[in-house]
């Protein structure tokens, strides 16, 4: 079992910055990638930036530019640095972890832009 525990979400003018991390717990597993998806009222879970153990990151059109994912591998934590942020980046933001064999998510964390 995996855990992952998110934060650094909150409410920010747009055109501000947010900092998201996520660590992951627990033992005897071996992480290939994390990413973060977010989900907004009404609307489907989307993909919002992904990186792999190796260090290969994927990002949505709609972030591209403004938000950078990282990670510490050695404490198994990633981070997701949101600048620029606009109104429409208001949703609920999840971390996920994914292994050869089992997929994670976090509670999720509340990102609310303003305008």
């Known amino acids: 079992q995996v855990q992952l525990v998110e934060s650094g979400g909150g409410l920010v003018q747009a055109g501000g910055s947010l900092r998201l991390s996520c660590a992951a717990s627990?033992?005897?597993?071996?992480?290939?990638?994390m990413g973060w998806y977010r989900q907004a009222p009404g609307k489907q879970r989307d993909m919002v930036a992904t990186i792999t153990s190796g260090g290969a990151t994927d990002y949505a059109d709609s972030v591209k530019g403004r938000f950078t994912i990282s990670r510490d591998n050695a404490k198994n934590t990633v981070y997701l640095q949101m600048n620029s942020l606009k109104p429409e980046d208001t949703a609920v933001y999840y971390c996920?972890?994914?292994?050869?064999?089992?997929?994670?998510w976090g509670q999720g964390t509340q990102v609310t832009v303003s305008s």
């Open positions: 996920n972890a994914r292994g050869a064999f089992w997929n994670f």
């Open positions: 627990g033992s005897g597993f071996t992480i290939n990638a």
